[in-house]
């Protein structure tokens, strides 16, 4: 990306979708990206029995080696705080708690942008 102004110019390099210049230089100073790691997902472990929470069953289409397709149903339990993660043997389970698995995320995806 380049920009030159009248009072100003900006060299860098932007991420679609990101408003800002990720690494650049504006001729005085220049500026880079060391680390873009956010820690956005959280496990969470549920005193509620496993039985406390929905279940719901997906078809997952799985490619066979040598062609065509198996249909495997999954069963997903899922809790207020995202997925979870089920043992049997035990009496609690571990949800999976992130901003991608919340409505607000689905909602924002299926927003018509135009």
């Not at 065509?68 to 899922?78: A, C, P, R």
Request: charged content about 15%; overall charge positive; aromatic content about 10%.
């Amino acid at each position: 990306m380049y920009r030159q102004g009248k009072n100003i110019t900006l060299s860098g390099l932007t991420l679609p979708g990101l408003p800002a210049t990720v690494v650049g230089s504006n001729g005085s100073i220049a500026w880079g990206l060391t680390n873009a790691y956010a820690s956005t997902f959280d496990f969470i472990r549920t005193k509620e029995p496993i039985t406390h929470w929905t279940v719901h069953q997906e078809m997952i289409k799985v490619r066979k080696l040598l062609g065509g397709y198996d249909t495997v149903e999954l069963n997903i339990t899922v809790s207020p705080f995202g997925a979870c993660g089920v043992d049997p043997g035990r009496k609690f389970s571990h949800a999976l708690s992130s901003p991608v698995t919340t409505s607000h995320f689905t909602e924002f995806l299926i927003l018509k942008r135009d």
